[in-house]
């Protein structure tokens, strides 16, 4: 695989760019430039430039609206509805986090319940922007049908993913963020795309048969939920919260909906904060803390997001797949 190095302000600049040659208005493209650059500066590459292509098709396909100015209502005082005037989740949480987190300051526990928001990004970057308030944050998306329920052989969740983050005072968030399938789709398809196996268990193809294959599993087969009939679960769960509960499409649905562009759907999401010291009281830190020392001194454990947290301490430039940087700038001459 051929790669060019770009530093992190080049990434932003061509995502940027990109975005506003194809309908984005400087706003919407800056949240999701930043959103990209991020990922890319993380490691997260399948949630990063991988991701350039499909937004330009859905602003081209004018499924997304590129200048969407997403609107928060608060419902009671700890639950906030927002209308994400068919834009990018990025743009819809640069509104809703920050009404989230002041309304949860002093209710101690508030929900955000968006609709309208078309969402294919890493789910890190908004619980993480709730730990910096102090807050415990919960996310959860559905997206369209790729994973199968337990004992089935066709999809009906999306990848699900859920996120989680835990504050801790003058040291990073302990965060995590993964799909209920078995593995992402975006890792699948850069599998796919470098030649890679996946391993046993990740999917079926289209015949239902297991595959390491990934190029099996996106041409026709399915992904499997992690944990067998525990992640089909805690998938039906995130349908539940992020679609049921906030009254926007299921997966099945959004499909069904969707102009097939191949860039995300229109659907919701949900996300819990908390307050710790509300809750919990005086000392929670130093309690959780006696919690969290106990964990990462036993050997061979690594605390979630550990490793993100230090892929962002490197200046590096970021060695990005040359195909996939010509792809982009077609795009910017088209």
Not at 9 to 26: F, K, P, V, Y
Not at 125 to 143: K, M, Q, W
Not at 234 to 250: H, K, R
Request: charged share 15%; proline share 7%; aromatic share 4%.
């Amino acid at each position: 695989m051929t790669t060019q190095p770009l530093n992190l302000d080049e990434i932003h600049q061509l995502a940027l760019s990109c975005l506003m040659q194809n309908g984005a208005d400087a706003l919407n493209a800056g949240a999701l430039a930043n959103t990209i650059m991020n990922a890319e500066r993380d490691g997260s590459h399948s949630h990063g430039l991988f991701r350039l292509p499909a937004y330009v098709a859905s602003l081209r396909s004018g499924k997304v609206n590129g200048k969407a100015r997403p609107v928060a209502k608060a419902l009671t005082p700890a639950v906030i509805s927002l209308h994400g005037d068919n834009g990018y989740a990025p743009m819809a949480h640069q509104v809703g986090i920050p009404a989230l987190t002041n309304a949860v300051k002093t209710m101690g526990i508030g929900v955000l319940a968006m609709t309208h928001v078309h969402h294919m990004a890493a789910l890190w970057p908004e619980v993480e922007a709730i730990a910096e308030h102090n807050l415990v944050g919960l996310a959860c998306t559905p997206y369209m049908p790729a994973v199968a329920p337990a004992g089935a052989t066709k999809a009906l969740f999306g990848t699900n993913p859920i996120s989680f983050a835990w504050p801790r005072l003058g040291k990073p968030p302990v965060v995590f963020d993964m799909a209920t399938a078995a593995m992402a789709m975006g890792e699948v398809q850069i599998a796919a795309r470098d030649g890679h196996t996946v391993p046993l268990g990740t999917g079926l193809d289209a015949g239902g048969n297991a595959t390491i294959d990934p190029k099996a599993i996106t041409a026709g087969g399915v992904l499997l939920p992690f944990g067998g009939h525990k992640g089909s679960a805690i998938a039906m769960m995130v349908e539940l919260l992020a679609a049921g509960l906030v009254n926007e499409n299921f997966s099945f649905e959004a499909k069904e909906n969707d102009n097939g562009d191949g860039g995300p759907p229109r659907g919701g999401q949900f996300i819990l904060a908390m307050s710790p010291e509300l809750i919990a009281g005086d000392g929670w830190e130093d309690h959780c803390d006696t919690f969290f020392d106990r964990m990462s001194t036993m050997e061979g454990v690594r605390m979630p997001g550990a490793r993100r947290h230090k892929n962002r301490l490197s200046t590096a430039p970021r060695n990005i797949n040359a195909n996939l940087l010509k792809t982009i700038k077609d795009l910017m001459r088209d």
